[in-house]
């Protein structure tokens, strides 16, 4: 099963930013799939913030979040900016086949163990 792998999360101050990556493990290809963004912040649901097409196609839900991804690197970024307090939480990145599905949890079939972003004076 495809294993993916985030980085990138970190302490800053609100109005700054931050890239996170999603790669995918060692012996496997992000090449022909879906990736989406999810969060989730303390004691809330988690939530979609992005999503890519395995052909490029992005649909950003958070307009101050962009999404692309360098498939010779294997790697999905989400670049956030103008960050707030409340986009603090968990940052997940998962995989789908092909297009992006509705941003649903239950439609995405590998997971990451995330990276926390806290935004914060």
């Known amino acids: 099963q495809l294993q993916l792998v985030e980085s990138g999360g970190g302490l800053v101050q609100p109005g700054g930013s931050l890239r996170l990556s999603c790669r995918a493990a060692?012996?496997?290809?992000?090449?022909?799939?879906?990736i989406g963004w999810f969060r989730q912040a303390p004691g809330k649901e988690r939530e979609g913030v992005s999503c890519?097409?395995?052909?490029g196609d992005a649909d950003s839900v958070k307009g101050r979040f962009t999404i692309s991804r360098d498939n010779a690197k294997n790697t999905v970024y989400l670049e956030m900016n103008s960050l707030k307090p409340e986009d603090t939480g968990g940052y997940y990145c998962?995989?789908?086949?092909?297009?992006?599905?509705?941003?649903?949890?239950?439609?995405?079939?590998?997971w990451g163990q995330g990276t926390q972003v806290t935004v914060s004076s």
């Open positions: 890519i097409s395995s052909s």
């Open positions: 060692s012996g496997f290809t992000l090449d022909y799939y879906a």
């Open positions: 998962a995989a789908d086949w092909g297009n992006c599905p509705e941003m649903q949890r239950a439609n995405f079939g590998s």
